[in-house]
């Protein structure tokens, strides 16, 4: 007999939302956050089951323009319904990598999400998407930053205040999403509160999701309740092209000092940093980088839901 559960989910798009998507802000409607999945419950059985070395647990302060507050700590061996009120209770922020494409239980939301996306815009071709679960704290907050990937958020539970700003400068200067690229720096980029009012500002309730175009700056203020949320990354032709070239712009300042004038996907030009790009990930491939690690990846709270926080500091060597 046919399973018809998943029939019941899906989202409505409008004619702007299919006619921006991908290229401006949009906000779409959605009853996913109706899934029992998305419970207290069913999120601490994925927190047990899914591989720990795929879930972020972090913190942060409270000024928007301090990335460096953003610390990752250790759950320990606390069940998931106890991390679930510590996040509750504190300040936290959990990232379940891969939770939605890689749990057999989520995946059918997973695939009935992608599906959605490509019914509403017919020229939307994928060549890869994954998707993790957020689960945060009332008062958690994500800085300024900007996704190599093109990027789709669906919000479950919670309030969060959702603001992106234009891909281009003064709020993203390029040569920050090159370096982020070639893992030199994180994602953050560096916030100035007065570009607020040329946001695109946005309280994202359960049943609503928001897309944008790609390298977009955007930060998030959650404003109540435990916040789940599901980011879509998603890889398609587009993207690939003009991080090739932003990678080959990294390629040519780095290894022979040569500055890029131009950023821009297309023409000649474009196809051959293309070409340099495939080229030195192939040698990347075969012969390896240097191994180091990630900024910020270094454990500095253990979690404990009796906190204040959520977490206690551990005491610096």
């Excluded at 899934?35 to 899914?50: K, P, T």
């Excluded at 990294?250 to 022979?256: I, S």
Aim: charged fraction near 25%; aromatic fraction near 10%; hydrophobic fraction near 40%.
């Amino acid at each position: 007999m046919r399973d018809t559960f998943m029939e019941r989910f899906s989202s409505n798009w409008s004619v702007e939302a299919r006619q921006k998507f991908r290229t401006e802000p949009v906000t779409v409607r959605h009853n996913y956050h109706e899934h029992h999945l998305f419970s207290d419950m069913a999120l601490a059985a994925l927190i047990e089951r899914h591989p720990r070395e795929l879930i972020d647990f972090c913190t942060m302060g409270d000024d928007a323009t301090d990335h460096d507050s953003w610390r990752a700590g250790d759950p320990g061996a606390l069940s998931g319904m106890e991390l679930i009120d510590a996040v509750r209770r504190g300040k936290l922020w959990l990232n379940l990598r891969h939770a939605m494409d890689l749990d057999p239980q989520y995946r059918p939301i997973f695939d009935a999400m992608l599906a959605d996306m490509k019914r509403a815009s017919p020229g939307f071709k994928p060549f890869m998407a994954e998707a993790g679960i957020l689960i945060s704290s009332p008062s958690a907050q994500v800085f300024l930053h900007s996704d190599a990937s093109e990027t789709m958020l669906w919000h479950m539970r919670g309030v969060k205040r959702f603001r992106v700003y234009p891909p281009k400068l003064p709020y993203l200067n390029t040569d920050d999403v090159e370096a982020m690229l070639h893992h030199d720096k994180t994602e953050d980029i560096p916030f100035n509160p007065v570009w607020d009012k040329d946001a695109f500002t946005l309280d994202l309730h359960p049943g609503m999701a928001v897309n944008w175009p790609l390298h977009a700056p955007h930060r998030i203020e959650n404003q109540s309740g435990i916040n789940v949320s599901v980011p879509f990354e998603i890889s398609t032709a587009r993207s690939r092209r003009q991080n090739a070239v932003l990678y080959a712009n990294g390629v040519l300042r780095r290894r022979f000092g040569w500055v890029p004038k131009s950023t821009r996907p297309d023409g000649l030009v474009a196809l051959a940093k293309q070409a340099l790009t495939a080229a030195v990930k192939l040698q990347l491939k075969y012969f390896g980088a240097p191994d180091r690690p990630m900024p910020k990846s270094e454990t500095t709270f253990d979690i404990d839901p009796t906190a204040p926080d959520g977490f206690i500091d551990r005491q610096a060597a």
